[in-house]
């Protein structure tokens, strides 16, 4: 899911809301920050794989939860969830591009992997919601939305590398 999106979701959400719930369910829904500190802490135990494939199935979450309720408290308990997701693969990929890049050019390695994954990542989610929205409307777009991130989790466990290393490693 891209900003825009969970800025609209979060205004839906807000919605619901007022005064001092207000101010508390924004520092919920701002936690990416936190989240990024709290992974940076603990990324030397927790494999390339494990951050990235994980990353993908809790960004997935959400949207499949959209899809299929409208209760605005649970909402709510799964915003959050979109800033860990986000986190654990930001981590990962200044990680990876890190460990693959030539130790000279690894801030650009960093920079140009960031660059593709929002730039063109976020205009292949563009096209693609609002292919699913046109299509099926905006609850089975969620759930459309959360397959397709399912699927490239699976994905991820078949040609991600396995550990720190950058050595792929056949999955059994």
Known sequence: ??????????QLLMAFLDGLEDVIVREILNSDIEAVAFLYALKT???HRCLLVGGGVILSIPNLIYG???????LLAVQSLGG?????VTVTTVDLAHDIAAERVT??????????????GGAAGQIV?????DAVGIMDMYV?????????????????????????????
């Open 1 to 10: 899911m891209n900003q825009l999106q969970i800025d609209v979701d979060s």
């Open 129 to 133: 919601s609002g292919t699913l929205y």
């Open 84 to 88: 860990i997701g986000f986190a654990m």
């Open 45 to 47: 135990n927790i494999s």
């Open 144 to 172: 459309g939305i959360a397959v397709l991130g399912f699927a490239g989790a699976a994905l991820g466990l078949l040609v991600s590398a396995d550990g720190r290393t950058g050595e792929n490693q056949p999955t059994a």
């Open 107 to 120: 801030s650009t390695a960093q920079t140009v992997l960031n660059g593709i994954g929002f730039g063109l």
């Open 68 to 74: 299929v309720t409208t209760q605005p408290w649970i």
